[in-house]
Nanobody
């Protein structure tokens, strides 16, 4: 059973940067497409970015494209989300998820079968 653990969240001022990590265990990491989602208080869970099994394909929400970069290191069983030019609208709990489709770049949370517990990102001055 695949397990996911996020880390790297925190508080940052507008314009700042953070890098989130998602460590995966319990299954072969390279079998999965992976994704990042976020959920702000009182709002639905939104797609942020996705990456296929070997990192060769990525997809981003328009709201983060050009500011966030998703990547993975299959040797370390870890996925990353580098976030730059953060603004208060990026404040949310960020969750990583595993998609059983290796080539998957889905933006639908229903396509992901395993989830981490989330890490809080707060952007404020």
């Amino acid at each position: 059973q695949v397990q996911l653990v996020e880390s790297g969240g925190g508080s940052v001022q507008p314009g700042g940067s953070l890098r989130l990590s998602c460590a995966v265990s319990g299954s072969t990491f390279s079998n999965y497409g992976m994704g990042w989602f976020r959920q702000a208080p009182g709002k639905e869970r939104d797609f942020v970015a996705a990456i296929n099994f070997n990192g060769g394909l990525t997809s981003y929400s328009p709201s983060v494209k050009g500011r966030f970069t998703i990547s993975r290191d299959n040797a370390k069983n870890t996925m990353y989300l580098q976030m730059t030019s953060l603004n208060p609208e990026d404040t949310a709990v960020y969750l990583c998820a595993a998609n059983g489709e290796r080539w998957g770049l889905s933006a639908r949370d229903s396509d992901y079968g395993a989830w981490g517990q989330g890490t809080q990102v707060t952007v404020s001055s």
